[in-house]
T-cell receptor
């Protein structure tokens, strides 16, 4: 039972354009969501997070949107840069006492072409 | 600022052996979580330690165990290794209380 799903294994965009990565979840009890970026031979790097009480969080070029009714979140990268090429994971956690347990999606490989 | 440090980076073992992996969290972080990453299953949660106590556990057999020391450093042990244990093992630390986890670069374990 995969509770967090990233249905697009890969995405290719042109440099300077917007990248939109999507994530769906099934457990309505999740209350904290995160996005990580992973380069080969490195651990995941935290990008941005959002609490379930919000529907948008912004940090520089990265914006995460949360639609609780649709159980869907997305990561927008504007403008996309070649250095953004990596695997992106969304993750979710349950309320207090369970925040150390992240449930990850399968990842989406983003390629940003110069 | 020093990040999460995992040692060793690479390890080769044979079936039936046991292995211990080490994780030093970011200074001030009391929560340490361990994950297994494989091509087929993705990133899966193993367990979490907070203030030397296991707070959460994933769906892994009892061959996988861990502990946390008073300085928040953590170790993970896998006994009676199987071929399917070949994976990247990642450690992550956080302050707890809903703060994001920060990952180390992992230990790549290969079982022959």
């Amino acid at each position: 039972d995969q509770q967090v799903k990233q249905n697009s294994p890969s995405l290719s965009v042109q440099e300077g354009r917007i990248s939109i990565l999507n994530c769906d979840y099934t457990n309505s009890m999740f209350d904290y969501f995160l996005w990580y970026k992973k380069y080969p031979a490195e651990g995941p790097t935290f990008l941005i997070s959002i609490s379930s009480i919000k529907d948008k969080n912004e940090d520089g070029r990265f914006t995460v949107f949360l639609n609780k009714s649709a159980k869907h979140l997305s990561l927008h990268i504007v403008p996309s840069q070649p250095g953004d090429s990596a695997v992106y994971f969304c993750a979710a956690s349950l309320p207090s006492g369970n925040t150390g347990k992240l449930i990850f999606g399968q990842g989406t490989t983003l390629q940003v072409k110069p | 600022k020093a990040g999460v440090t995992q040692t060793p980076r690479y390890l080769i073992k044979t079936r039936g052996q046991q292995v211990t992996l080490s994780c030093s969290p970011i200074s001030g972080h009391r929560s340490v979580s361990w994950y297994q990453q494989t091509p087929g299953q993705g990133l899966q949660f193993l367990f979490e330690y907070f203030s030397e106590t296991q707070r959460n556990k994933g769906n892994f057999p009892g061959r996988f165990s861990g502990r946390q020391f008073s300085n928040s450093r953590s170790e993970m042990n896998v006994s009676t290794l199987e071929l399917g244990d070949s994976a990247l093992y990642l450690c992550a630390s956080s302050r707890g209380g809903g703060q994001p986890q920060h990952f180390g670069d992992g230990t790549r374990l290969s079982i022959l």
